[in-house]
């Protein structure tokens, strides 16, 4: 069956950067899009970005342009997301999400990551 | 690009019917018949019940029915169950290639 696996909660100091993997299962990794979503204690969701690994292409919510970075491993079929210049606003739960491409919605999501921005 | 607005909150008892609505502009909800929803339990990921403004995936209750007029979309739930309680977000495609989520509603079965 379709599963996505995150990487587990981390802890990072302000001015630092994290970096998420996303790794998904039970379908062709290359086939399907990945998004990545936020969601912050208490608040609701926003979107980041979407990378299309077949491609290696990448758009970026305007917010977040020059601070993320969405990439692809192909020999561990594995995606990640890497937010830098961290600041206590980025306190959230990250989501990796698949879309089947073209179909403009998302259909799994993964467990989520929590990560923690505190000095 | 502002987050489509949502009502905050709306509630109903239980085999009642609620609609939750979800208005954009027109630039990504009046433009695009890209509109999905996802219900999310306390803790748990977002799950997918709309999509494509009015299609539902396999596996989810025909309880769940989506609508588009113009610049707003809206999700109805109907025979409301204890189950339906939760927050529910709306998403639209825009006009940047980029997406957009809704403010989030939480539904309260009284």
């Known amino acids: 069956q379709v599963q996505l696996v995150q990487s587990g909660a981390e802890v990072n100091k302000p001015g630092a950067s994290v970096k998420v993997s996303c790794k998904p299962s039970?379908?062709?990794?290359?086939?399907?899009?990945i998004h990545w979503m936020r969601q912050a204690p208490g608040q609701g969701l926003e979107w980041m970005g979407i990378?299309?690994?077949?491609?290696?292409?990448?758009t970026y919510a305007q917010r977040f342009q020059g601070r993320v970075a969405m990439t692809k491993d192909t020999s561990t079929s594995t995606v990640y997301m890497e937010l830098s210049s961290l600041t206590s606003e980025d306190t959230a739960v990250y989501y990796c999400?698949?879309?089947?491409?073209?179909?403009?919605?998302?259909?799994?999501w993964g467990q989520g990551t929590l990560v923690t921005v505190s000095s | 690009q502002s987050a489509l607005t949502q009502p905050a909150s709306v509630s109903g008892s239980p085999g009642q019917s609620i609609t939750i609505s979800c208005t954009g502009t027109?630039?990504?909800?009046?433009?695009?018949?890209?509109v999905s929803w996802y219900q999310q339990h306390p803790g748990k990921a977002p799950k997918l019940m709309i999509y494509?403004?009015?299609k539902r995936p396999s596996g989810v209750s025909i309880r769940f029915s989506g609508s588009k007029s113009d610049n707003t979309a809206s999700l109805t739930i109907s025979g409301l169950q204890a189950e339906d309680e939760a927050d529910y977000y709306c998403?639209?495609?825009?006009?940047?290639?980029?997406?957009?989520f809704g403010t989030g509603t939480k539904v309260t079965v009284l």
């Open positions: 990378i299309k690994p077949n491609g290696d292409i990448t």
């Open positions: 494509d403004v009015n």
């Open positions: 999400a698949r879309e089947v491409p073209e179909t403009y919605h998302f259909d799994y």
């Open positions: 039970g379908y062709s990794f290359i086939s399907y899009y």
């Open positions: 027109s630039s990504d909800v009046g433009t695009y018949n890209y």
């Open positions: 998403n639209s495609f825009t006009r940047r290639y980029t997406y957009v």
